[in-house]
């Protein structure tokens, strides 16, 4: 798990002047910097990176920014006085300029190199140079290092320039994906889901790229147009932002003895995640094998614990790549996420995912991503045959121990004191042949009703349900009479309340997302900021209107539209 956070305190940081006192950038100066950087930072071409594990590189500001969010929540939790988010300065900082930051702050940014592992297979190709010396933070630049009451943060700018890692591409971020990523990392948060935050979301008033995208309620696969979008810069915030990818970097390197200093590299970053996520649970004192068996270990049971509540809220990454599996434990990149709506246990709104990355099949992506962690480990346990025997027990451990999550996670959801794998099963075949809305599906549940009359507001009523609705009814009847005789002994109530807590009632769709955009495009924030507020406690009940505007079944007629269900161009 992440961290806790840290209890919540009034307003103490007001100014930039006030965060600027705090920096202290322990990723530049414990790490290493690659020696063929440019001083200035102006180092916005792609080219081989072949050495380091950062390239200081200055984010390219957005032309004449303008405000448009910021998480009351995370400022909050961070002492940050809300007026901030408006002041000149940070506004300034946070889109994209830090040339003139008060000390000591520097002037200059990171970027990093990672590499790229697809479902467990490492890949060259996306790396123009076929090397993979060249892929890594495209757009995604790091500004600001600080401890906040005594907790390290990293800041980083998405869509803050090229760096040499963009491979071509314009190092921009639109707003479309800005506001998606923004509202959806608080709402994870608020589900209690590890991820990183959200702290701003600046938007230009003057600065459009153009992207590929869906004509109004085209039905295509792959977007049928090119628009133009306002660019944005949103900060995000985490412990760290080291990914399973940025350690296979290393470790691919110390494997193939690239340069003299591989290994040292390698343990290097390792030994630096160790002390950014993990060093409440690993011991300073002990060697560095020691702490990579307890390091992979430790891993294991928060990607396994992170699947299984993506699972628990209906949450599916779409693009499980290793580069975007933050090595921290935590959810990382909400480019081509989406939360389900219509149960399918290959729900996936990516068109570039594929069943691989699809819903139910999370935890087997995850595994692969697992694999690769552990693979790059190994380098440094060679002269360890113990501990490499320990890492080897570890890597093959992830289906039992990733099995035990989903079964705790599924009883939860079902409010009963163990798994029961015959109910579940069921369960799943009739939400299939049913079609039943995730998220509503199980919040009725919650309630524990007498009959499936409640249960039924969650049904789409697919053709099979249709067929024969009566003996479909019959057997939802059955089953909620079997499960009702399996639940907690405990009283409707109690049961109840329990179930609400791991049940949400308000999932972040897509297509409550696109009217916020839209409108956001013609600067009007206040569907972002109802979103923000609703999204923010989705185990609530909330208000009637709010129940009525986003506790629904998807409108039929928004199934199979580019944007509302799926999305190709996440960027
Ligand atoms: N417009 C862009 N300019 C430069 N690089 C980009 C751009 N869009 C994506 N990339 C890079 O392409 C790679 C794959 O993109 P992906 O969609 O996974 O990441 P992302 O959404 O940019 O970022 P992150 O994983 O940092 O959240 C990343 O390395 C990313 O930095
Ligand atoms: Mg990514």
């Known amino acids: 798990m992440i961290k806790p956070l840290i209890q919540e305190t009034s307003p103490i940081i007001a100014t930039l002047d006030d965060l600027a006192k705090l920096a202290n950038y322990s990723f530049m100066d414990s790490l290493n910097c690659d020696p063929d950087a440019k001083v200035n930072g102006r180092d916005h071409t792609p080219r081989q990176v072949f050495t380091g594990h950062y ?8 032309e004449d920014p303008k405000y448009v969010a910021h998480s009351k929540n995370f400022f909050r939790e961070l002492g940050f006085a809300d007026s901030m988010a408006k002041s000149a300065d940070f506004v300034r900082v946070f889109s994209g300029d830090i040339a003139h930051v008060p000390e000591p702050m520097r002037k200059i940014g990171w970027a990093c190199g990672y590499a790229l592992s697809i479902f467990g297979t490492e890949y060259y190709q996306q790396c123009p140079f076929q090397t993979g010396n060249g892929y890594g933070d495209g757009r995604a630049i790091s500004v600001l290092e600080a401890v906040i009451n005594g907790q390290r943060w990293e800041m980083q700018l998405k869509g803050g320039g090229r760096t040499p890692y963009c491979r071509g591409a314009d190092g921009r971020a639109v707003l479309r994906s800005s506001v998606r990523e923004f509202l959806a990392q608080e709402h994870m948060h608020a589900l209690g ?8 979301l600046y938007v230009s008033k003057t600065e459009k790229v153009r992207r590929p995208w869906y004509s109004e309620g085209s039905r295509s696969q792959d977007p049928d147009m090119l628009v133009s979008e306002a660019v944005a810069i949103s900060t995000r915030v985490a412990p760290s932002f080291i990914r399973v990818g940025q350690l296979e970097l290393f470790g691919r390197r110390a494997r193939k003895m690239e340069h003299p200093r591989a290994m040292e590299e390698l343990e290097h970053i390792v030994l630096h995640l160790i002390d950014r996520e993990y060093d409440d649970v690993i011991d300073q004192k002990l060697t560095t094998a020691e702490k990579v068996v307890l390091l992979a270990r430790e891993f294991l049971n928060r990607l396994t614990s992170l699947v299984a509540n993506w699972i628990r809220v209906g949450y599916c990454q ?16 909400y480019g081509p996420f989406g939360f389900c709506d219509m149960f399918n246990r290959h729900y996936q709104s990516w068109t570039g995912g594929g069943h691989h990355y699809s819903f139910l099949n999370q935890p087997v992506a995850a595994e692969r991503n697992f694999h690769m962690f552990c693979s790059a480990l190994r380098p440094l346990l060679m002269a360890h045959q113990d501990c490499l025997a320990q890492l080897d027990e570890i890597q093959s451990a992830f289906p039992k121990v990733m099995k035990a999550q989903m079964e705790k996670m599924w009883a939860a959801k079902l409010g009963l004191g163990a798994f029961h794998a015959t109910l579940f099963n069921e369960l799943i075949t009739l939400m299939e042949q049913t079609s039943v809305d995730y998220t509503m599906f199980f919040r009725e549940l919650s309630m524990v009703p007498d009959d499936i009359g409640l249960l039924k507001k969650s049904f789409y009523k697919s053709s099979t349900y249709h067929a024969d609705s009566e003996e479909m009814d019959k057997r939802w009847s059955t089953w909620l009479t079997k499960w009702k005789s399996l639940t907690q ?13 791991v049940n949400p009632k308000y999932s972040l769709r897509e297509w409550f997302m696109v ?16 979103l923000q507020k609703v999204m923010t406690q989705p185990y609530a009940e909330q208000s009637k209107d709010v129940e009525e505007k986003y506790y629904r079944l998807k409108p039929l007629e928004l199934f199979g539209v580019g944007g509302s269900s799926h999305l190709s161009c996440s960027s």
């Open 55 to 62: 390239v200081p590189v200055n984010p390219t500001p957005i």
């Open 193 to 200: 889901v590890p991820t990183s935050r959200s702290l701003s």
């Open 318 to 333: 779409g693009n499980f790549n290793s580069d975007n599996c933050a090595a921290g434990g935590f959810t990382l990149d």
């Open 489 to 501: 002994p405990c009283s409707r109530e109690a049961l109840s309340r329990q179930m609400k807590l």
């Open 515 to 530: 009217p916020a955009y839209q409108q956001a495009d013609t600067g009007d924030y206040s569907l972002i900021q109802e």
